[in-house]
């Protein structure tokens, strides 16, 4: 069975964006493989951030996930900033990793723009990300079409080291392509970010999810209700392909295309289906979230599973690199 490697960043709770995207994906996923997940608590703060909010963060984003179907009976799930070796692991191959191909990636130029003065972790960040699945000896990984260069850097990093210290020990990681529709936010444009404020909570209230997506953007040609519309270019659409069953998204299409409805009855299927979808989830996040101890109970049991097969592999990264051992008190 491979071994599958994922990581989320802590941004609080999870959004619809995250859950069709990503996370829907994972809890198929652990029907297939051995899977490993991780709140990646240490790549969020390479951008600003608050430090008194970032434990409370990395709960939540924990309890969406549990929440949301990943089953910490099978799956190993933890906080990646709770298992050390993949900092170590992480300088060890920043020792491989060309510069340039870290200047050339597109998401580091994108928010090193955005930056007066750029942080070195920003650069290294897919070195981190290496050090993700191969401290883990993962073969595989669920990527977006987007994360797909740094995938490729990846394996360059892995052939790398291979080359210098130990021919087949690292797997080159494949990528396993979500084939998720990207949902953009409700404003139709950005990608869905909690800090643009155009998201919606996988854990909201019905009530709350109606506010939201009422006024969200829809197909601009559907100026009045008799124009028709194009189902392909409405980001509604795409989030009913992601919550409503086929039969439901064919009735869609076929009134989008003839004016039959207009876009807030199209609106008010589609959250009596992500009601429908959601409720469940929010339930079992409730109870998790009146048992915090509990969460961090499972949290620190994922972090000796992972911990110990990163052990494994570290130390046979010294042994092959030529690091003198360490002895015990009293020992030679
Ligand atoms: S009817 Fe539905 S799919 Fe068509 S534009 Fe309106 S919201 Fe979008």
Same mark, same amino acid.
């Given at each position: 069975?491979?071994?599958?490697?994922?990581?989320?960043?802590?941004?609080?709770?999870?959004?619809?964006?995250?859950?069709?995207?990503?996370?829907?994906?994972?809890?198929?996923?652990?029907?297939?493989?051995?899977?490993?997940?991780?709140?990646?608590?240490?790549?969020?703060?390479?951008?600003?951030?608050?430090?008194?909010?970032?434990?409370q963060?990395?709960?939540?984003?924990?309890?969406?996930?549990?929440?949301?179907?990943?089953?910490?009976?099978?799956?190993?799930?933890?906080?990646?900033?709770?298992?050390?070796?993949?900092?170590?692991?992480?300088?060890?191959l920043?020792?491989?990793?060309?510069?340039?191909?870290?200047?050339?990636?597109?998401?580091?130029?994108?928010?090193?723009?955005?930056?007066?003065?750029?942080?070195?972790?920003?650069?290294?960040?897919?070195?981190?990300?290496?050090?993700?699945?191969l401290?883990?000896?993962?073969?595989?990984?669920?990527?977006?079409?987007?994360?797909?260069?740094?995938?490729?850097?990846?394996?360059?990093?892995?052939?790398?080291?291979?080359?210098?210290?130990?021919?087949?020990?690292?797997?080159?990681?494949?990528?396993?392509?979500?084939?998720?529709?990207?949902?953009?936010?409700?404003?139709?444009?950005a990608?869905?970010?909690?800090?643009l404020?155009?998201?919606?909570? !996988?854990?909201?209230? /019905?009530?709350?999810?109606? *506010?939201? +997506? %009422?006024?969200? @953007?829809?197909?601009?040609?559907?100026?009045? &209700?008799?124009?028709?519309g194009?189902?392909?270019?409405?980001?509604?659409?795409?989030?009913?392909?992601?919550?409503?069953?086929?039969?439901?998204?064919?009735?869609?299409?076929?009134?989008?295309?003839?004016?039959?409805w207009?876009?807030?009855?199209?609106?008010?299927?589609?959250?009596?289906?992500?009601?429908?979808?959601?409720?469940?989830?929010?339930?079992?996040?409730?109870? !998790?979230?009146?048992? /915090?101890?509990?969460?961090? *109970?499972? +949290? %620190?049991?994922? @972090?000796?599973?992972?911990?110990?097969?990163? &052990?494994?592999?570290?130390?046979?990264?010294?042994?092959?690199?030529?690091?003198?051992?360490?002895?015990?008190?009293?020992?030679?």
């Amino acid at each position: 069975m491979a071994r599958v490697f994922s990581g989320i960043q802590p941004s609080g709770e999870l959004h619809i964006g995250n859950y069709l995207g990503a996370v829907q994906n994972w809890v198929r996923l652990q029907d297939q493989h051995e899977c490993i997940f991780s709140v990646v608590d240490l790549h969020a703060i390479t951008q600003p951030y608050e430090p008194q909010e970032l434990a409370q963060r990395t709960q939540d984003m924990a309890v969406g996930l549990l929440a949301a179907g990943i089953d910490p009976a099978r799956t190993v799930l933890f906080v990646q900033s709770h298992v050390a070796e993949h900092t170590e692991l992480s300088w060890i191959l920043t020792t491989v990793t060309p510069l340039g191909e870290l200047e050339r990636q597109t998401q580091y130029k994108d928010k090193a723009q955005r930056q007066e003065s750029v942080p070195a972790g920003l650069l290294s960040y897919p070195v981190l990300q290496a050090a993700d699945v191969l401290v883990y000896q993962a073969g595989l990984v669920p990527v977006g079409e987007d994360q797909l260069q740094h995938l490729e850097l990846m394996r360059e990093i892995a052939r790398r080291w291979n080359a210098r210290y130990g021919n087949g020990f690292f797997p080159e990681p494949q990528p396993l392509l979500t084939g998720a529709k990207r949902v953009l936010g409700l404003d139709g444009h950005a990608k869905m970010s909690k800090s643009l404020g155009n998201t919606i909570g !996988l854990l909201e209230s /019905p009530e709350a999810i109606w *506010a939201k +997506l %009422r006024p969200a @953007a829809t197909d601009p040609a559907r100026k009045t &209700r008799k124009d028709p519309g194009n189902p392909e270019v409405c980001n509604v659409f795409t989030i009913h392909q992601g919550f409503s069953p086929p039969p439901v998204q064919a009735h869609v299409a076929q009134q989008c295309r003839t004016a039959g409805w207009g876009c807030l009855d199209c609106k008010r299927v589609l959250a009596d289906h992500m009601i429908a979808a959601l409720t469940p989830l929010r339930e079992r996040a409730a109870q !998790l979230q009146a048992n /915090p101890s509990g969460v961090r *109970a499972l +949290l %620190r049991e994922g @972090a000796e599973r992972a911990r110990a097969i990163a &052990r494994r592999t570290m130390i046979e990264v010294r042994r092959r690199m030529g690091f003198l051992e360490p002895t015990e008190r009293g020992g030679d």
